[in-house]
């Protein structure tokens, strides 16, 4: 059965004339089931939010909208990660995807595209919030169809190609590639967007290469203007919709008079930025097979590589000094470092030469990230917690130092590693906590990375004269290990027969949290 539905553009603050004229529609021609908001939907002002907010105003139908495109905008949002804001408003969140009672898929995307990844604020999203939708939609399924609809704040980069350059808009200096992407891999059936305060309905375009590919449904774009604007360009778009859940196929497919080919181009979803934005998901990928990128190829594809000369970590290797050995899994081993820190000092290894985290394949990943839950749980036991940290500097071999800390020293880590790397004049910053590292990292990039107990993430790139201990000196300060004579490991080094027995203690402490056992 159809719904009705009503989409509006920018809001931003002026709710009064919003809610008076979608009242207006909702009685003349509805009712409608929703009202969609993109682009901002506060403002300077946000006049009467405050009746709504309280109930003395009554919103007339349910409303979703989506996030702050500023910081300036970020007051009104309770939680940013999605949250009812008074009865019958409704913030989605970031990003993500809801179903309707009647099965109408809607997938948005909050924000505008961050210029800089390590600059991320809350109202940016960036490269993983579309993987984070690819995990939840699975769009590389060969079953996954589409989505119904797609809500963006931003317009996606080149809309008009294929369709007639546009007099208001430059949509191949605006917009984001990111969006872009998005609409690519999405396929939806309706995308409305906001921002530029430009009305624009773009004519349907294919999903599909006419006459080589099976015909798949059209997509429309529809660009809203700001509410109430004076120049009385379109801001509310009424139309009724199926979804495609419950069509038929031929009805679904059929292809409207007008249809343009698809209009994004690899200059049009390919991501810059220089040295501080690349982007490992491949976002740069030209369309492959039915019009979609792929990700990267994984280093799991093939076999490791091999190192150039002798390793001291790969497992095979006659370098390894096997009476370090914790644990061996599958993909990763578990082994004490010489000279460590602390007598509950560990590294997390990979069984094949891989020399970084960025290049682990996804098998590889998944095992440390059990090695690192194991070790959770042993260290929480003692009333530790964990710190993990990776210099990928004059190293050939990933390895992850582990060094726990006392649990009430938990929220003091970030703090005092940003202050000695301030202090050395290091490149050092948090990261967003959604911000995969792959996402940072130039392929060959040098850099440090720590991930603190509070699982809050720091990561800086290295150019040079980068002191080699640094991990060390910053867990040995006198804020948290105070032990500030082992920074050297070689200082702290023993011989063989205390070594042996040292792993077998760590051995034994670890032996009832080890999965590898199991």
């Not at 590639?177 to 349907?204: D, K, N, Q, T």
């Not at 294919?206 to 109430?228: D, P, Y």
């Not at 050395?424 to 060959?444: F, K, M, R, T, Y």
């Not at 790139?461 to 201990?469: A, C, D, E, S, W």
């Amino acid at each position: 059965m159809a719904m009705k539905v009503l989409v509006s553009g920018d809001v931003e603050g002026n709710l009064p004339a919003l809610f008076k004229r979608v009242e207006a529609v909702n009685t003349k021609a509805g009712p409608f089931e929703m009202l969609l908001c993109v682009g901002s939907f506060f403002g300077p002002g946000n006049l009467g939010w405050a009746d709504y907010k309280s109930g003395r105003c009554k919103v007339p139908l349910p409303v979703y909208i989506l996030g702050p495109t500023d910081q300036s905008q970020l007051l009104p949002y309770p939680d940013l990660a999605g949250c009812e804001m008074c009865e019958n408003v409704i913030y989605l969140g970031r990003q993500g995807c809801f179903t309707t009672k009647e099965g109408l898929k809607i997938v948005y995307l909050s924000g505008v595209q961050a210029t800089d990844i390590l600059d991320a604020k809350s109202h940016n999203f960036t490269a993983a919030s579309l993987q984070s939708l690819e995990a939840s939609l699975r769009w590389d399924d060969p079953k996954f169809q589409g989505v119904d609809i797609l809500l963006t704040c931003d317009w996606p980069r080149g809309i008009s190609n294929n369709a007639g350059r546009l007099d208001t808009v430059d949509d191949l200096s605006v917009g984001s590639p990111l969006v872009s992407r998005l609409a690519l891999l999405s396929r939806p059936r309706y995308h409305f967007s906001g921002i530029h305060g430009e009305h624009y309905e773009r004519p349907p375009y294919r999903n599909h290469q006419s006459g080589s590919e099976q015909s798949r449904h059209v997509t429309r774009f529809i660009g809203l203007a700001k509410v109430a604007n004076k120049e009385k360009k379109k801001w509310l778009y009424a139309f009724s919709i199926s979804p495609m859940s419950s069509m038929v196929r031929g009805d679904l497919v059929s292809q409207p008079a007008g249809v343009t080919d698809l209009p994004y181009r690899e200059e049009h979803i390919t991501v810059g930025g220089g040295d501080k934005q690349q982007f490992f998901y491949d976002m740069n990928a030209k369309m492959e097979d039915e019009g979609r990128g792929k990700k990267r190829k994984r280093d799991g594809d093939t076999a490791p590589p091999k190192p150039s000369g002798p390793c001291w970590f790969c497992l095979s290797s006659a370098e390894v000094e096997k009476h370090l050995i914790v644990s061996v899994g599958t993909h990763c081993y578990l082994a004490l470092p010489k000279g460590g820190l602390t007598e509950d000092h560990v590294l997390i290894l990979p069984i094949g030469h891989h020399a970084n985290l960025v290049d682990l394949p996804e098998e590889v990943e998944q095992e440390v990230s059990k090695f690192k839950s194991a070790l959770r749980k042993m260290y929480k036991k003692a009333g530790k917690v964990p710190v993990f940290f990776e210099r990928n500097y004059k190293t050939q071999h990933l390895q992850i130092q582990v060094v726990p800390v006392d649990k009430d020293l938990a929220s003091t880590v970030k703090k005092v590693f940003l202050e000695n790397a301030a202090q050395l004049e290091l490149d050092l910053n948090e990261i967003p906590s959604h911000v995969p590292l792959s996402q940072l990292a130039v392929q060959g990039q040098a850099y440090f990375y720590a991930e603190t107990p509070d699982r809050e993430k720091l990561f800086g790139r290295i150019v040079k004269n980068f002191p080699l201990q640094f991990g060390r000196e910053v867990l040995a300060d006198t804020r948290l290990l105070d032990m500030l004579e082992r920074v050297d490991w070689k200082a702290c080094s023993t011989n063989k027969e205390e070594e042996t027995e040292a792993t077998k203690q760590f051995r034994k402490m670890f032996s009832q949290f080890d999965f590898t056992m199991e």
